[in-house]
């Protein structure tokens, strides 16, 4: 991490475009994975590293999950 991330970090308030922005983030990345890695011809015959590859996006969606239900309680509070 740069040190222009890390004040960005601590000095951002959250809030809830936040949440919204984390949601957005962690669907990219899960594209990301499927579209580049898991339908990648190495994975389809490499049984075991495509197994790793459906743990990380197995909590990437659990992390989707979490995040969005912190965004629903979060709107209805406003």
């Known amino acids: 991490m740069t040190e222009e991330q890390a004040e960005y970090k601590v000095d951002r308030p959250l809030d809830t475009y936040s949440n919204h922005e984390a949601l957005d983030r962690v669907h990219c990345v899960m594209v990301m994975?499927?579209?580049?890695?898991?339908?990648?011809?190495?994975?389809?015959?490499?049984?075991?590293?495509?197994?790793?590859?459906?743990?990380?996006?197995?909590?990437?969606?659990?992390?989707?999950?979490?995040?969005?239900?912190?965004?629903?309680?979060?709107?209805?509070?406003?």
Do not use: W
């Open 33 to 78: 994975i499927e579209e580049l890695l898991y339908n990648h011809p190495y994975f389809e015959q490499n049984k075991k590293a495509k197994y790793c590859i459906e743990l990380a996006t197995d909590h990437l969606a659990r992390a989707y999950q979490m995040i969005g239900v912190g965004h629903l309680t979060d709107d209805a509070k406003s």
